[in-house]
């Protein structure tokens, strides 16, 4: 494999944690309740658009999220699997030594 592709297990394991920070913020959004009182706007169908419109972002928000933290955990799995990978390596080395 090129150089170009090598990654170091900090890289990783700091991809993760500024993916996770980024996200953090979304998990405390509360656009649905952004609509209000749907009396205040004098129009049932205006209400009803802004409404829709606020818990499809909310919706959104929350996928968007959900998936950043999943991706934060993938790269800390595999932060973990090269660690141990590169352990065991060394273990084998060592022993082919003696």
Known sequence: M????????????NAAKQ???FAAPVNDLDIESQAG??????????FGAFATFCTTWQVGASA????AESASDGLV??????SLSDEDAQK???GAQR
């Open 2 to 13: 090129p150089d170009d592709y090598g990654v170091t297990v900090d890289t990783l394991t």
């Open 19 to 21: 993916i996770s920070d």
């Open 37 to 46: 009182d749907g009396g205040a706007y004098g129009n049932d169908e205006l």
């Open 64 to 67: 968007l999220g959900m998936r």
């Open 77 to 82: 799995q595999c932060a973990e699997t090269y």
């Open 92 to 94: 084998m080395i060592e």
